[in-house]
């Protein structure tokens, strides 16, 4: 099934880029919405948790957005991401991403995952790490990107032939970036990919990302701890806890985020808005 | 100024050096005070040195039935692991098997593989198979299941195929514990060839019958001179287990 194109990606920076709308709630089959993902419902359950992992969530999310999703450990958030990855099951609910369910939309590639850790193979250079997506399952046929560019976008163009024990953290999570973006997926899952990255690195990491997102424009669902990197990276940022998503905040920052935009009083505002709200989840979860 | 490799450094070979010395200095006081405990070193170095023809002719047999044997195991071990991993039905199956014939005297179905296979090659070549097959499906086993899950989930929302997802990362994820593996199976199967050789009637070559039919006619410097050459197989084929193993595994070298 081919995907409607992408928004284009704004030719000239517009710094009074208008805030992401607050999704309206979602009505009618979760497979006519093309150009968004739609959760519906979706519970998942595991034996091992107290709570339901993803309990009721619903939620849409409109193409070619950065969505972030944060909570505390164990609050459901990279369940959440393996659901719409189709590697986990909901027990309940209906998941359509741009109009397929999850398991069609990876067979024909349009899914994206980069993992907490870089998981790049080893014995493979870091282009051949790059090329690995367009290597399998092609019969998909996707859209390709030159690896190699996309690599020098990244910073990584003296890399190309080293092995990713050469490599420093931040490097290797470039890479596993430049992966997944090699194949133009139309939906890039992330989760917490800067999680064992120090603070430098992940400020730098993280605006490298934004920067090859603004000009690829996939749809991003990104998983992460940190308020900070999620207001400087998304449109969107939703706080779960308990597995219950509560409603997203829109943030109205922007694009593309100026230098420094974390020193701003909007920035302060909606930090201090996603912080107390992640406090109420804390609190909840007992953690 | 350019730097020594680690193994030329006094500090790197001087231990197994003066230890293999002092080896050497007791094996001959023993000899000299009973030379039915052992010969001398020199009577040793003699039988190597005059006749080393023998020596290698019949390590050349043992060669012959100890490469194709651990081979033979190596490929159903792999195999078979390949199976276990695709299905926990056929591992629940196969499992208790393989531990059972981990457990089972091998040396002792020697004379029974002779009257199967009758006296060619095929018992000893059949039991350096068996006896190296347990650590073979083990270590496949291992390695083809160390694959890195998050590795593995990259593939998985690709939709990558079995067969993708084995070429690309679980075969080569397995290779440093078919590596492991191979530095304890491959001189293992020179010594179970050797052993073979002894238990199996109607043999009439190879370093293990050299070494029984010599004690037998107490010919201690010949059946010495036979496990010297048993030691120093095992020696070389381990040495080239490992130069492969580092040449293969390059990108490990650097963790």
Redesign the interface.
């Known amino acids: 099934m081919s995907l409607p194109p992408r928004p284009p990606a704004p030719s000239t920076p517009s710094l009074a880029r208008p805030a992401v709308e607050a999704a309206p709630a979602f009505e009618g089959s979760v497979t006519d919405g093309r150009d968004r993902i739609v959760l519906s419902g979706v519970t998942k359950r595991f034996p091992t948790l107290a709570w339901p992992a993803l309990d009721h969530v619903d939620l849409v999310i409109e193409r070619g957005s950065f969505f972030t999703v944060i909570g505390p450990s164990g609050a459901g958030k990279s369940t959440l991401l393996r659901v719409l990855?189709?590697?986990v099951p909901p027990d309940a609910g209906e998941v359509s991403v741009f109009g397929e369910a999850p398991a069609e939309a990876?067979?024909?590639?349009h899914?994206?995952?980069v993992?907490?850790?870089p998981?790049?193979?080893?014995?493979r250079t870091v282009l051949e790490n790059v090329r690995?997506?367009l290597?399998?399952?092609k019969r998909?046929g996707c859209e390709e990107r030159d690896p190699e560019e996309i690599l020098a976008r990244l910073g990584l163009r003296q890399a190309s032939s080293m092995?990713p024990?050469?490599l420093s953290g931040g490097m290797r999570q470039r890479v596993a970036i430049a992966?997944a973006f090699a194949?133009a997926p139309a939906l890039l899952?992330m989760d917490e990919p800067f999680g064992a990255l120090d603070e430098m690195t992940r400020e730098h990491v993280a605006h490298l990302l934004l920067e090859l997102w603004q000009a690829e424009r996939p749809t991003v669902v990104f998983v992460t701890h940190s308020v900070t990197e999620a207001v400087v990276l998304s449109d969107r940022v939703a706080v779960i806890g308990e597995g219950k998503l509560t409603a997203p905040v829109d943030i109205s920052l922007p694009r593309p985020r100026p230098e420094g935009v974390e020193d701003t009083a909007p920035f302060h505002e909606l930090a201090g808005e996603l912080r107390s709200r992640l406090k109420r989840a804390f609190i909840a979860t007992g953690t | 100024m350019r730097r020594v490799p680690e193994v030329l450094r006094p500090a790197i070979w001087g231990p197994p050096v003066v230890a293999f010395g002092l080896l050497l200095v007791i094996w001959q006081v023993l000899a000299q005070h009973d030379r039915f405990l052992l010969p001398t070193v020199g009577s040793v170095w003699d039988q190597l040195t005059h006749d080393p023809t023998t020596y290698l002719y019949n390590a050349g047999v043992t060669l012959s039935e100890a490469i194709p044997g651990v081979a033979i195991s190596y490929v159903v071990a792999l195999l078979l692991a390949l199976a276990m991993t695709q299905s926990r039905l056929v591992t629940r199956a196969l499992l208790p098997l393989a531990v059972v014939l981990n457990v089972t005297p091998l040396i002792a179905i020697a004379p029974a593989l002779v009257v199967a296979f009758s006296f060619s090659r095929t018992p000893r070549i059949v039991l350096v198979a068996l006896i190296t097959f347990f650590p073979a499906l083990i270590n496949s086993l291992a390695g083809l299941r160390s694959a890195?899950p998050?590795?593995m989930?990259?593939?998985?929302?690709?939709?990558?195929?079995r067969w993708?997802t084995l070429w690309?990362?679980q075969l080569?994820s397995s290779l440093p514990y078919l590596f492991a593996a191979a530095r304890v199976v491959v001189p293992l199967s020179i010594v179970g060839a050797a052993v073979a050789e002894m238990v199996s009637p109607g043999v009439s070559n190879g370093l293990g019958w050299l070494i029984n039919s010599a004690s037998q006619n107490s010919e201690l410097d010949i059946a010495w001179a036979g496990i010297v050459t048993l030691v120093v197989f095992g020696l070389v084929t381990m040495a080239i287990v490992v130069v492969t193993e580092s040449r293969v595994?390059h990108?490990?070298g650097?963790?």
């Open positions: 990855a189709g590697l990876a067979r024909a590639k899914l994206g995952w993992p907490q850790s998981a790049l193979l080893p014995w690995l997506p290597e399998v399952n998909a092995l024990a050469h992966r194949f899952l | 890195d998050q590795a989930e990259v593939l998985e929302t690709l939709h990558a195929s993708e690309r990362l080569p595994l990108w490990r650097f963790r």
